[in-house]
């Protein structure tokens, strides 16, 4: 049984249940590499963005572990969610390969921004993915867009546009009005940021 997350009145809170969940099959076949994407730049936030914090945290794959991304921001890992970047494939097609998971801490550094409309972004680096069927969860503040039903975190690559993933039902947002936390599971990293 997989950890379950739960938000109660603006408070956050993790309940985890007990039960063996295999993160990985490192004997299962890996699929053709796809060419790594750089890792994403620090400074790429949205024109008339502005950096609002700067955070580095070392994951560690002993043990769940919650971050604080500033700004009131906080980003959840399972124990042994993260693919091992050195041997990991990476990029669209590569989110729900099997991986080999990261055995040692890795340090992990968030750029949280806002956009010209007021919400907020983060970006980190290095570029990561998580191991298929962990639980990643990004939870951004906005108490705006917790309170409208068509705000969606999106995928913010470096090269492009940022764009809805709400068509894989794992990565759907939700929204919480009494925290202000607007969050959903997030298969890998670069960019994210809320659309409304």
């Not at 993790?14 to 400074?43: E, F, I």
């Not at 867009?145 to 809805?164: F, H, L, N, R, Y």
């Not at 039902?169 to 202000?180: A, I």
């Not at 607007?182 to 670069?190: A, E, G, M, N, T």
Request: proline share 8%.
């Amino acid at each position: 049984m997989r950890p379950k997350l739960r938000l109660y009145s603006g408070l956050f809170a993790l309940s985890l249940v007990s039960g063996a969940a295999g993160c990985s099959d490192s004997s299962a076949p890996r699929s053709a590499a796809a060419p790594r994407a750089a890792a994403p730049a620090l400074s790429l936030v949205d024109a008339g963005a502005t950096a609002t914090n700067v955070t580095t945290f070392i994951y560690s794959p002993a043990s769940p572990q919650v971050f604080s991304l500033g700004k009131g921001h906080k980003i959840f890992f399972d124990a042994n969610a993260v693919c091992d970047p050195a041997t990991s494939t990476y990029g669209p097609t590569e989110w729900d390969q099997p991986c080999e998971p990261l055995a040692a801490p890795i340090a992990v550094t968030a750029v949280v921004s806002e956009n010209a409309y007021g919400r907020p972004r983060v970006d980190f680096a290095p570029a990561l993915r998580f191991v298929p069927g962990a639980y990643v969860v990004l939870y951004l503040k906005d108490w705006g867009a917790a309170a409208d039903s068509a705000a969606v975190i999106q995928w913010c690559p470096d090269d492009g546009e940022c764009v809805s993933e709400e068509d894989q039902s794992l990565v759907v947002t939700k929204r919480d009005g009494r925290s202000g936390f607007v969050y959903r599971l997030i298969k890998h990293f670069s960019g994210y940021n809320i659309s409304v």
